[in-house]
């Protein structure tokens, strides 16, 4: 999961573009409910819970110069460590070893972190509007069939 950003930036005599890709690597742990419309066709849907692993920021030449950024940050403080999701989505079976498989992940919760300063003359955490939102499209192939006895 992540994003990729591109853009200009006026560094005092031109416009620059720059570009950095912030990629969010997550242990998914779905509960699909699967609904069988015919022989072919299915219909998924079901909570997902998400524990992010690690976060890196990769900084294109330009972003590092202008910056003086590293080329890869680390970016785990950034991020909340839990996202919780709803799963959408439709399976197609080819044939019996093949098949397809298209879901929507809609995060639920704010992941982003930052610190702000207070009134108090401190710094606290404040959660902001990041979310989680994925297409994912799967192949599926079954190498080996169980057989029930």
Do not use: C
């Not at 573009?17 to 015919?38: A, N, V």
């Not at 972003?63 to 991020?79: C, G, N, V, W």
């Not at 996202?83 to 070893?97: K, Q």
């Amino acid at each position: 999961k992540g994003t990729r950003y591109s853009g200009d930036y006026f560094d005092g005599n031109q416009n620059v573009s720059i570009s950095y890709t912030k990629l969010l690597s997550y242990l998914d742990l779905p509960l699909l409910l699967r609904y069988y419309q015919s022989e072919k066709w299915s219909f998924l849907f079901g909570p997902q819970l998400s524990f992010l692993l690690a976060a890196k920021i990769k900084n294109d030449e330009n972003a590092q110069r202008l910056f003086e950024l590293p080329e890869t940050e680390a970016a785990k403080d950034y991020y909340t460590k839990f996202d919780v999701g709803l799963n959408l989505g439709a399976a197609y079976t080819i044939n019996e070893r093949m098949a397809l498989m298209l879901i929507y992940q809609y995060g639920l919760l704010k992941i982003g972190i930052d610190e702000v300063y207070n009134n108090n003359g401190g710094f606290e955490e404040q959660k902001y509007a990041i979310m989680n939102r994925v297409l994912l499209l799967s192949f599926i192939y079954t190498f080996k069939e169980m057989n029930s006895k």
